[in-house]
């Protein structure tokens, strides 16, 4: 996606005049529920140019280099004096996040150690039918990734070196769900297990807590990762949500 648009970097791809990353940036820092913002690049000091070279001064944002994947470079720094408990983990391709998205995730987080943003098919596709999106296949519905996790405590650290090891297949669901025995693979691949209860058994079996939030807004599952998503994108903002 960098090379098709001209940019070194992925997160600098602009979208209706402004860099992924700016738009992710000032989301993050105009949502109530967060108070400090952590860029994770292998070269952060590299993407501090054109509008966002702005993030440079500002006292809440601070940059942190990344390992080899995404979730050994969390692990690394969630928990530590920079990045103290919880923490909100989204990516710079999340162009259309908006502190609503956040504040409603934020807010169906409860009590889990973990939780994970989604949308459910029916309300995405009733806004966008075209959207091609990777869906998790349950008996109550069929979910998409919205880039939104929650962290709260240390006990997360097992779900974290487990994300590591399948984070190539994160986007397959059986491939994940077999990681945690023969029985919920099964159920995953009769759909006689709905999400929420296959997320709290794969949770159980970590010694955490896990649940997942399924988020009101169709927008929030849309990240851009081929050119087809980032005309998605740029006709909603041009358009209006």
């Given at each position: ?9 992925k997160a600098?791809i602009?979208?209706c ?17 967060v ?9 952060p000091?590299?993407?501090l ?14 940059l ?26 989204t ?11 956040v ?16 949308g ?16 998790l ?16 405590n ?9 994300w590591s090891?399948?984070?190539q ?43 997942p939030?399924?988020l ?26």
């Amino acid at each position: 996606m960098a090379e098709a648009t001209g940019q070194t970097y992925k997160a600098l791809i602009p979208v209706c005049g402004q860099s992924m990353l700016a738009r992710v940036c000032s989301t993050l820092l105009g949502s109530a529920g967060v108070a400090r913002v952590i860029i994770l690049a292998q070269e952060p000091n590299q993407l501090l140019i054109g509008d966002t070279a702005q993030l440079a001064d500002n006292p809440r944002v601070s940059l942190a280099p990344s390992g080899m994947g995404i979730a050994s470079s969390i692990a690394k720094i969630a928990g530590t004096h920079a990045a103290p408990w919880p923490v909100l983990v989204t990516t710079a391709d999340h162009a259309l996040l908006t502190s609503a998205m956040v504040e409603e995730f934020l807010g169906g987080v409860g009590e889990a150690d973990l939780a994970i943003g989604v949308g459910e098919r029916r309300i995405v596709e009733s806004a966008y039918p075209d959207t091609k999106r990777t869906w998790l296949k349950f008996s109550d519905g069929h979910y998409s990734g919205a880039n939104l996790f929650a962290l709260r405590n240390a006990q997360v650290a097992d779900a974290l070196e487990l994300w590591s090891g399948v984070e190539q297949d994160r986007k397959k669901s059986l491939s994940i769900m077999s990681r945690f025995g023969p029985l919920l693979l099964l159920r995953a691949l009769t759909r006689t297990i709905a999400f929420p209860e296959a997320l709290h058994h794969a949770g159980k079996r970590l010694g955490i807590v896990a649940k997942p939030v399924v988020l009101s807004q169709p927008e929030a599952v849309i990240d851009v990762d081929k050119p087809e998503d980032l005309a998605l994108v740029e006709g909603i903002l041009t358009n209006g949500r």
